[in-house]
């Protein structure tokens, strides 16, 4: 069969309608009253309101297609086949309705039946809790998977501290030997960390409650969060090497390929640079559109920082002028149908993002000659550390996110000394401090002059660093 992202995106929904479920419309990438999250990171992000009991829901089974944004993944972006900073997550839940065995046989209906996607049943193996014999033997009885391709590992049970709990199940597409030929590889099963058994859906049973006590007790109330990523089962439908061959990244590959000159599927340096821009160009816009802008703390800091990732990117294909901009009428024909916001907000985006990149490109090349001159003097010395003070230069005078030179230099076989940086942006503070000190003891009259000149930097590290991931 062969189904474009659309057909795949409307196609769970249906399934889901059809089993009950009212639809939720994705909501914003910028949590709602939300303060422990900086990005929406999954389906179940946006539903917190009716599983900590704040609202009941009208139906208690929910459908959504969720835009979500994870950066505890970007170091894996444009090197594995699966994995982006902006995804879209398809979910089923059910608020103290239906549990494990409904779960289980529509997300093996869905996968398998001919009506709907259609999979080879002998390509699907399963993971689950090695505790839930409940889930083992739905599997085993229920829907007949062979004993050999349902896998009991302990990572697979769901707790983020107090609250809700419970073990889950996850299933994986045999995508064939070609995809792990090292046979030999310890780490090549469902759930490893290999690219032949790729990860498709989790569904969580959360069936207890993590108690102060670090006890567990059954809930009242079990519920079910599913989450499955729409590029990952794309790539299967349509028979492709990573997500970034499917429909949803293809034609912003295309057109990186037009405005550099270089072609895609030449060698894996370059490919990876294609990748990367075809990721964070989705991840910028989208998340612009929602209402950030980038600026040097919190979200606005990530914006900017994926933003300078990609231009880094971009030099490797020959890429030396503001470009990103230019793919964004891409990225909004791709998505419009399910998300009319970046199409709606296509020229304001463009001019954000213009700016951005062109003050950039200000003082990146002069950055760039001064990180290798850096290297070449550490390298004299026989030292192949990359000093914390020059990772705080290139970040105060060049606009390098801490990230980026980091990037840089492990890739020329160095070490950035990221606790020298730190003590750099802590004494940079302290400085900010004193230095309001000193303008409140002159009593300058206007202290929000004051207060702009010494707050408006330096901070949101924190922020990203305690990022916390919940599905
Ligand atoms: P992986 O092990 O591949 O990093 P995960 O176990 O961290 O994935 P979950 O938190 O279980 O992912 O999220 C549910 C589903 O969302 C995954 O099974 C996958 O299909 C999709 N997904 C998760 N993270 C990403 C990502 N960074 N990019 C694309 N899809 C993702
Ligand atoms: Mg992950
Ligand atoms: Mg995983
Ligand atoms: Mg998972």
């Not at 009208?58 to 594995?80: C, H």
């Amino acid at each position: 069969k062969n189904l474009s992202s659309v057909e795949v995106r409307q196609m769970f929904i249906d399934f889901f309608k059809e089993k009950g479920h009212g639809v939720e419309p994705s909501a914003s990438l910028i949590p709602h009253e939300d303060p422990t999250l900086l990005w929406i990171n999954s389906g179940v992000a946006t539903l917190k309101k009716y599983f900590d009991g704040r609202v009941v829901p009208e139906n208690p089974r929910i459908v959504n297609v969720q835009k979500s944004i994870r950066t505890n993944d970007i170091e894996n972006v444009g090197f594995t086949a699966r994995h982006h900073t902006f995804f879209e997550m398809l979910g089923n839940f059910s608020i103290g309705d239906y549990f494990k065995e409904e779960a289980i046989e529509w997300g093996w209906e869905f996968l398998t039946s001919d009506k709907w996607i259609g999979f080879d049943e002998n390509k699907l193996s399963v993971t689950v809790h090695p505790q839930d014999d409940e889930a083992y033997n739905i599997w085993k009885d229920k829907i007949g998977l062979p004993e050999e391709r349902i896998i009991r590992i302990e990572e697979n049970f769901w707790d983020i501290g107090e609250g809700p709990s419970g073990p889950n199940t996850e299933i994986f597409y045999d995508r064939g030997e070609s995809f792990g030929n090292n046979l030999e590889d310890p780490e090549l099963y469902p759930g490893g960390e290999n690219e032949r058994y790729l990860e498709i859906w989790n569904l969580v049973f959360s069936q207890f409650n993590h108690n102060p006590d670090n006890t567990y007790t059954p809930l009242p109330k079990k519920n079910i969060d599913t989450g499955m990523g729409l590029e990952r089962i794309v790539s299967v439908v349509q028979g492709t090497r990573t997500n970034f061959e499917t429909d949803l990244f293809l034609p912003l590959i295309k057109h990186t390929e037009e405005i550099s000159g270089r072609s895609y599927d030449e060698n894996e340096t370059t490919d990876a640079a294609f990748k990367v821009i075809a990721d964070h160009i989705r991840t910028v816009a989208f998340s612009i559109g929602d209402g950030a802008l980038p600026s040097n703390e919190g979200r606005g800091y990530v914006l900017r920082r994926l933003l300078r990732r990609a231009v880094r990117f971009a030099k490797q294909l020959g890429i030396d002028e503001p470009f990103l901009y230019k793919l964004v009428p891409a990225v909004a024909g791709i998505m419009e149908d399910f998300y009319p916001e970046v199409k709606n907000k296509e020229s304001f985006i463009q001019t954000v993002i213009k700016s951005e990149e062109q003050r950039f490109h200000e003082t990146l090349n002069e950055g760039l000659d001064i990180l290798s001159s850096i290297m070449k003097r550490e390298a004299e010395k026989g030292s192949q550390v990359f000093p914390g003070e020059d990772v705080f230069l290139l970040y105060d005078t060049y606009g390098f996110p801490k990230e980026l030179t980091v990037e840089y230099v492990e890739a020329e076989g160095f070490t950035a000394d990221e606790e020298g940086f730190r003590k750099e942006m802590e004494n940079q503070r302290e400085r900010a401090r004193s230095a309001r000190q000193k303008t409140d003891s002159m009593q300058i009259q206007n202290s929000v002059l004051g207060d702009i000149h010494t707050e408006s930097k330096f901070v949101g590290y924190d922020l990203l660093e305690t990022e916390s991931v919940v599905t």
